[in-house]
């Protein structure tokens, strides 16, 4: 099935001009799917290289710029160029001086994706010789908006404009959201849409991660403990994560299991969210929650639901601030006696949006009202499972179906 993903709204754009386009993200979401799609859309099909492929490397051994010999062979863009796509290069040594010189030699002719996953990300913290050259974009599994096939748009001021917009759209993707929430983000479980398919491929996806992706790009050497990790942490979906708690389980010391979750991190299994502290009294400061980028190893229908909702605004947001539209990031709020909301968006330093997140409608609790207060009056909204829910409750207070407002 093609999926025009939304990435592809932002990380071909002209608008981000000489520069390669890194687009990195969880092992099968779609990375080289997406590129060589884009490819065929420009007709540049041909210009596609996979690193994996012992052929390609050998025709960089005998001839560093040996695609030059493909390049007229596709016609070029509008702006006068043409796209070519280094697959996997990441996993060649020396890549990162290797892809300085395609950029610095061919930069005036061709614009370059580059797609991948851990080591991608980790040279974008890091920082090196190829600052400058490139633009990140990240690609997460599939949200409720690309399978349903809608445009993803830019944010609006204010967050209030957001939410009215959904709540006078009365359209519900109730079957939709039931496949992700049964099948994962993940392109290929989704589209197979088989039970005993996706319990495989979930052990198998695990398993091969591990032993290939985190092997190479972690000094960690007792790398089956973090599979024992990986058991742990569904049950733990969506509460502050004690390490702690975690280093008796494992019998291991604070930091090692510090260093197993940044690993998990790194390779795209897990992500964490931060609580805010920010005039918010007796707020917890160090906690983060830990959340699945497949959403479906989260146990229980409350905490896989709650996943869900997590990986729907860590897409949104990182579309938004990848295609330049601003800062934004995902926080929890939760003060010291468990007064907790769900999620807060916050745009360039500043409270957005509060977020909170039931399976069925019911009234808005206090703490919600007296965080959107402290937060600077922002908008709160509450995100059910429950379908046929859009209502405001109050001055800016909303509460609407998954289904409607993803």
Same mark, same amino acid.
């Given at each position: 099935?093609?999926?025009?993903?939304?990435?592809?709204?932002?990380?071909?754009?002209?608008?981000?001009?000489?520069?390669?386009?890194?687009?990195?993200?969880?092992?099968?979401?779609?990375?080289?799917?997406?590129?060589?799609?884009?490819?065929?859309?420009?007709? &540049?099909? #041909?210009?596609?290289?996979?690193?994996?492929?012992?052929?390609?490397?050998? #025709?960089?051994?005998?001839?560093?710029?040996?695609?030059?010999?493909?390049?007229?062979?596709?016609?070029?863009?509008?702006?006068?160029?043409?796209?070519?796509?280094?697959?996997?290069?990441?996993?060649?040594?020396?890549?990162?001086?290797?892809? $300085?010189?395609?950029?610095?030699?061919?930069?005036?002719?061709?614009?370059?994706?580059?797609?991948?996953?851990?080591?991608?990300?980790?040279?974008?913290?890091?920082?090196? &010789?190829?600052?400058?050259?490139?633009?990140?974009?990240?690609?997460?599994?599939?949200?409720?908006?690309?399978?349903?096939?809608?445009?993803?748009?830019?944010?609006?001021?204010?967050?209030?404009?957001?939410? $009215?917009?959904?709540?006078?759209?009365?359209?519900?993707?109730?079957?939709?959201?039931?496949?992700?929430?049964?099948?994962?983000?993940?392109?290929?479980?989704?589209?197979? &849409?088989?039970?005993?398919?996706?319990?495989?491929?979930?052990?198998?996806?695990?398993?091969?991660?591990?032993?290939?992706?985190?092997?190479?790009?972690?000094?960690?050497?007792?790398?089956?403990?973090?599979?024992?990790?990986?058991?742990?942490?569904?049950?733990?979906?969506?509460?502050?994560?004690?390490?702690?708690?975690?280093?008796?389980?494992?019998?291991?010391?604070? #930091?090692?299991?510090?260093?197993?979750?940044?690993?998990?991190?790194?390779?795209?299994?897990?992500?964490?969210?931060?609580?805010?502290?920010?005039?918010?009294?007796?707020?917890? $400061? $160090?906690?983060?929650?830990?959340?699945?980028?497949?959403?479906?190893?989260?146990?229980?229908?409350?905490?896989?639901?709650?996943?869900?909702?997590?990986?729907?605004?860590?897409?949104?947001?990182?579309?938004?601030?990848?295609?330049?539209?601003?800062?934004?990031?995902?926080?929890?709020?939760?003060?010291?006696?468990?007064?907790?909301?769900?999620?807060?968006?916050?745009?360039?330093?500043?409270?957005?949006?509060?977020?909170?997140?039931?399976?069925?409608?019911?009234?808005?609790?206090?703490?919600?009202?007296?965080?959107?207060?402290?937060?600077?009056?922002?908008?709160?909204?509450?995100?059910?499972?429950?379908?046929?829910?859009?209502?405001?409750?109050?001055?800016?207070?909303?509460?609407?179906?998954?289904?409607?407002?993803?």
């Amino acid at each position: 099935m093609d999926l025009a993903r939304h990435i592809t709204q932002i990380a071909f754009s002209s608008e981000f001009g000489r520069q390669m386009r890194f687009i990195a993200g969880p092992r099968q979401a779609g990375k080289t799917t997406t590129a060589r799609q884009f490819l065929t859309s420009v007709s &540049s099909s #041909a210009l596609y290289y996979n690193w994996d492929n012992r052929a390609i490397r050998d #025709a960089y051994i005998k001839n560093n710029h040996f695609f030059s010999t493909d390049i007229y062979n596709c016609p070029p863009t509008a702006e006068g160029k043409r796209w070519v796509c280094m697959d996997e290069i990441h996993k060649y040594p020396d890549w990162k001086n290797i892809l $300085k010189d395609f950029f610095d030699s061919f930069h005036e002719d061709l614009l370059f994706i580059v797609t991948g996953s851990a080591r991608l990300d980790m040279m974008r913290k890091s920082g090196d &010789s190829l600052t400058g050259r490139y633009f990140h974009f990240r690609l997460n599994p599939i949200i409720l908006s690309e399978l349903c096939c809608q445009q993803n748009t830019p944010p609006p001021d204010y967050a209030t404009k957001w939410v $009215k917009e959904r709540l006078d759209t009365p359209t519900y993707n109730n079957i939709e959201m039931q496949s992700l929430l049964r099948y994962s983000g993940f392109p290929e479980p989704l589209f197979t &849409s088989s039970d005993r398919f996706h319990n495989r491929w979930k052990s198998t996806y695990l398993d091969t991660l591990i032993r290939e992706d985190l092997r190479e790009i972690t000094q960690i050497k007792t790398l089956e403990k973090t599979a024992v990790l990986m058991q742990l942490l569904p049950e733990r979906i969506g509460s502050p994560l004690s390490i702690n708690s975690l280093t008796g389980l494992l019998n291991c010391s604070f #930091a090692t299991v510090a260093n197993f979750l940044n690993a998990l991190e790194l390779g795209y299994l897990i992500f964490r969210i931060q609580p805010y502290s920010n005039k918010i009294a007796r707020s917890i $400061k $160090k906690e983060k929650k830990v959340y699945f980028y497949d959403w479906t190893r989260a146990e229980g229908e409350g905490a896989k639901f709650e996943n869900y909702v997590a990986m729907e605004f860590k897409s949104r947001l990182d579309f938004w601030q990848d295609g330049g539209y601003g800062t934004f990031e995902l926080y929890y709020v939760r003060d010291r006696d468990g007064r907790e909301s769900d999620f807060l968006v916050v745009k360039d330093s500043l409270p957005w949006l509060l977020i909170e997140v039931k399976l069925k409608r019911s009234p808005i609790e206090y703490q919600h009202k007296k965080h959107s207060q402290l937060l600077g009056d922002i908008p709160f909204i509450q995100i059910v499972h429950e379908e046929n829910v859009a209502e405001k409750c109050g001055s800016g207070l909303y509460q609407m179906s998954a289904s409607r407002f993803f």
